[in-house]
């Protein structure tokens, strides 16, 4: 499944995600409650910014990128959303521990 999900990712998309959750590994406090939110909020952010990028760089039309991914929403599977979600989380913690690692030296 993670490989269906990140396998055939190109590697701007790539960078995005990477990006996304270093910043958020940076911004993230002590407690579990804020690893989730800020797992949920990086999420949020990547499909905005992958949303720009397809609208900015790659040239689709705002509407109809737009109206697919509206479309597209209810087919979106659990198991997808779960992959994506534990890869962040887990990303984002290895940024967090190395954020905490480097602050404490």
Do not use: H
Not at 23 to 43: D, E
Not at 71 to 90: E, H, N, Q, S, W
């Amino acid at each position: 499944m993670f490989t269906d999900v990140f396998g055939n990712m190109e590697p701007v998309t790539l960078g995005i995600a990477v990006v996304v959750c270093l910043l958020a590994g940076l911004i993230i406090q002590n407690y579990i409650a804020s690893f989730i939110s800020v797992t949920v909020g990086a999420l949020i952010v990547f499909w905005l910014v992958r949303f720009a990028k397809l609208v900015i760089i790659d040239g689709q039309e705002l509407g109809a990128l737009a109206d697919s991914w509206w479309k597209a929403l209810p087919d979106i599977r659990f198991g997808t959303v779960l992959v994506y979600f534990v890869a962040f989380l887990v990303a984002i913690t290895i940024a967090f521990i190395v954020k905490s690692v480097l602050v404490r030296r």
